[in-house]
């Protein structure tokens, strides 16, 4: 059965550091030439690409192009939710976590056309459908959610300038320090399903995926996107120094059974601070706590490169053109 193909790239020209428009250019003809008609939207405002992707899914699109960082992704998969269009990320953020669990390339000088080689994997990929987390503000997520130090950080760092973007994961740390270092853990409840936690915490992390911080973190090593169970991180303490240890555990692998650090697993998750505090998903800052957190299973459809960690699904995926031909998209395979 022929089916005719129709892709919408999104790219935010504002993602990464470098002048990648060209780079943009010939990933349309790269698509194009393997008989996909293309729309090339640019996004100009917040939440642009979820009302972009919005179309793509009322044009019939089976397949939105997402390029940019971790936000652009977020923005266009809050578009694609409970729908068939299928979500395919290609890189061009200065972290990338969401590519980089996947196993895509990050953005590099010495190979300038990276997205190109991102869509040839990408192409020769599987269809899976993955757990989002719907959230009591409206939002939803598929990465994480957070509330805590990390969020006060969001706060301060974001938006970064072109500049700051240059240096990377140690320009968004540099601009991180004083908020890190200032910030105060107090007494926050956490339900976790039935089991209900209240302590003096620095940092609640509800987890999709395995990456965080930038990638800095392989925070989740054993997570999987489609389980139908989130990763839930408790970092008790209070001040700064213990958040710091924390952070050098997990950086080294060495934060799995502690007592400090408790990891839980569910399908919902309410938290509650004394305080009303920022919170973020994928990281984007939203206010304020309390947010409650559900789990909708296989609600959204993503695009894995074939070469992508084979334990990083329970279900094994559909090749991309089977997916669109047999019209599977929806089925969960």
């Known amino acids: 059965m022929s089916t005719q193909r129709k892709a919408t790239l999104i790219y935010n020209p504002h993602a990464g550091f470098d002048d990648w428009l060209q780079n943009i250019k010939a990933t349309v003809a790269f698509w194009r030439s393997h008989g996909w008609e293309v729309s090339l939207r640019e996004t100009g405002r917040p939440s642009h690409a979820t009302e972009l992707a919005i179309e793509a899914v009322r044009n019939g699109h089976q ?3 997402a390029a940019g960082g971790d936000g652009t992704i977020h923005e266009a998969a809050n578009g694609l939710l409970g729908s068939q269009t299928i979500l395919a990320t290609l890189p061009a953020g200065t972290t990338n976590c969401f590519a980089r669990d996947l196993g895509l390339p990050s953005p590099n000088g010495v190979n300038p056309y990276w997205l190109i080689e991102a869509s040839e ?24 959610a957070a509330a805590g130090v990390d969020s006060r950080i969001v706060e301060s760092v974001e938006p970064r300038s072109r500049l700051l973007k240059r240096f990377g ?21 956490v339900s976790v399903d039935d089991v209900v936690l209240e302590d003096e915490v620095l940092d609640v992390i509800v987890a999709n995926s395995r990456l965080y911080a930038g990638g800095l973190f392989n925070l989740s090593p054993r997570s999987m996107l489609d389980d139908g169970l989130f990763d839930v991180w408790i970092l008790r303490g209070r001040y700064s120094p213990q958040m710091l240890a924390h ?23 309410v938290i509650e ?5 920022p919170f973020h998903l994928d990281g984007e800052l939203h206010r304020s706590t309390p947010v409650e957190i559900t789990l909708e299973p296989g609600f959204l459809h993503v695009l894995a490169p074939q070469d992508a960690p084979k334990d990083l699904f329970v279900r094994s995926g559909a090749p991309l053109q089977r997916a669109i031909e047999d019209k599977c998209v929806g089925r969960g395979f």
């Open 273 to 277: 601070t004394k305080r009303p505090q």
């Open 247 to 269: 952070s050098l555990r997990i950086m080294t692998g060495r934060h799995l059974g502690r007592s400090d650090i408790l990891h839980l697993t569910g399908r919902r998750i």
């Open 169 to 189: 994961v140690a320009g968004y740390f540099a601009k991180a320090t004083l908020p890190f270092l200032l910030y105060q853990g107090e007494m926050v409840r």
């Open 63 to 65: 397949l939105v192009l």
């Open 121 to 144: 994997r990408l192409m020769a990929g599987t269809v899976h459908a993955i757990d989002v987390g719907e959230c009591s503000n409206g939002r939803s997520f598929i990465l994480w």
